[in-house]
């Protein structure tokens, strides 16, 4: 067995980091998307690759739920229903505060930004909220996503964990990528905890 010439492991490896920064610079997220079908041997690919995500002590404290078809549109349904219900804030509840409770510049500054630019985008006004009201249902209509991923810890893992999570789920958006599909990281669901 001989070495490959040291051009061609540089080659290899420039290749190899061109393809991983395509992946990461080319991620958005995305609203709107295709019905086309995702393999299942696609999603199982992504999922192998991700799980070589980092963790402390190797606890790897993700569990993954997939959900697609029926019991994709079936659990639509059901949070848009959620959603709509006019009892939701007494009947859910967010189990650990996502964002924070008093917002700050420039944090504030960039939420707004993105919120605004993306409702100029669809041609909703500042003051038009039953249009708000129903892109935000769109998050609970997986955007026309044909795969919805469910992710959850254990509740007791700590911080630690959760930014084990974090590089997890960034493997597995940066996997997708590279394999020519987009995500859409949701938040929205942290909401309906019974």
């Not at 061609?8 to 295709?34: E, Y």
């Amino acid at each position: 067995m001989t070495r490959p010439a040291p051009e061609a492991a540089t080659h290899a490896t420039n290749h190899a980091a061109n393809q991983v920064d395509a992946a990461l610079i080319t991620r958005r997220s995305i609203r709107a998307f295709l019905p086309t079908p995702v393999p299942r041997a696609d999603i199982e690919a992504i999922l192998e690759v991700a799980i070589r995500a980092p963790s402390g002590t190797n606890t790897q404290p993700w569990k993954v739920y997939v959900v697609t078809g029926d019991s994709l549109a079936r659990l639509s349904q059901a949070l848009l229903a959620a959603y709509d219900d006019p009892e939701r804030d007494t009947l859910y509840r967010e189990e650990y505060p996502y964002y924070p409770r008093e917002w700050v510049s420039p944090y504030i500054d960039r939420r707004r930004k993105i919120g605004w630019d993306l409702y100029g985008l669809l041609g909703i006004g500042k003051g038009d909220k039953a249009r708000m009201h129903e892109q935000h249902a769109q998050n609970y209509r997986f955007f026309g996503a044909p795969v919805g991923l469910f992710f959850t810890i254990d509740r007791v893992m700590e911080r630690g964990s959760w930014l084990d999570y974090g590089m997890f789920l960034q493997a597995i958006m940066t996997a997708a990528r590279g394999r020519g599909l987009d995500t859409c990281p949701q938040a929205a669901f942290t909401r309906f905890i019974k």
